[in-house]
């Protein structure tokens, strides 16, 4: 069964409140080599089937109207994802 995972970020010219609430918990457990953090949104859809250009395209357009807010966040990334590997990093 196929996985393909969406990823939507908050669009660059816009604070982001979460990400700064991270990386100042990041310096003050002493990693200071962060510069900044963002935090966006990741969906993972399973799907029955292949994913085709037209399952893939209908995605996108799920990404576009349902998943994300236009206004204030982009779609940064749709991609199948690979099988999972027994082993984790």
């Known amino acids: 069964m196929p996985t393909i ?3 939507v970020m908050p669009k660059a010219e816009l604070l982001d409140p979460q990400g700064k609430a991270v990386a100042g918990a990041l310096g003050r457990l002493g990693q200071t080599q962060f ?11 399973s799907i029955e089937g292949d994913a085709d250009a037209a399952t893939l ?3 996108r357009e799920l990404a576009d109207t ?12 749709i991609h199948v994802q ?5 082993a984790v990093a």
Do not use: H, M, Q, Y
């Open 5 to 7: 995972v969406v990823e």
């Open 35 to 45: 510069l900044g953090v963002r935090v966006g949104k990741r969906f993972e859809i």
């Open 57 to 59: 395209a209908a995605v």
């Open 66 to 77: 349902v998943l994300s807010n236009s206004v204030i966040e982009d779609v940064v990334g």
């Open 82 to 86: 690979d099988a999972p590997s027994s």
